[in-house]
């Protein structure tokens, strides 16, 4: 069998499309995404990560109906945002997020803070998408004429989102810069093709 074409010195055991030859195990976790620029349709990427996605452990949300719904409809504008922008990465969402969070705390406290901006063009669209919707959600008011959703209720949406996205960079280093976005557009289609089924039903 074939050396490694990486280290040459293990044997090559798997089909390495970045490098176009075969590649030792080793080689292929240490290197990934690293010293690799791997494609987002290799095997070995993908089983990475789906394996990444199956060990990072989610503790149990409490979240309000309410503040489900809005969790749903936050996960709901960065599915759409991601069909224009596929490549975008987790490390930006996140930036995205941590500024909404300042901002919104912020508010919660009455103090005045200027308009805080992501450092990529992509990310600060994507924020203002957001600011726009949040603002639309937040004027909607209830029989009684009060919010629906309040301050606290999207701080704790934001969090969440900010804590998860977390996680899964930390522990989930050489499985790309997208894992928890393609989480999240699992989660969307998941809920989508459930609604549905019970649709049809």
Known sequence: MAKCISCNKRKGKRNCPALGGLICAECCGTKRLVSINCPNNCVYLKEAQ?????????????????????????????????????????????????????????????????????????????????????????????????????????????SYEKERIEKYMQENRNAGNNLFLQVLRSEVELIAMQRNKGAIK
């Open 50 to 158: 789906i394996y990444s996605i199956q060990r990072v452990e989610e503790k149990p949300v409490d979240f309000s109906r309410k503040q489900w719904d809005l969790f749903l409809i936050f996960e709901g504008l960065v599915y759409k945002f991601l069909q224009e922008f596929p490549n975008f990465t987790d490390e930006e969402l996140l930036e995205v997020l941590t500024l909404l969070e300042k901002e919104y705390q912020t508010r919660k406290k009455n103090l005045f803070l200027p308009p805080l901006h992501p450092k990529s063009s992509r990310a600060l669209k994507l924020k203002t998408l957001l600011e726009e919707e949040f603002a639309r959600i937040g004027r909607e008011v209830n029989e009684l004429g009060l919010p629906i959703f309040t301050l606290e209720d999207f701080i704790k949406v934001l």
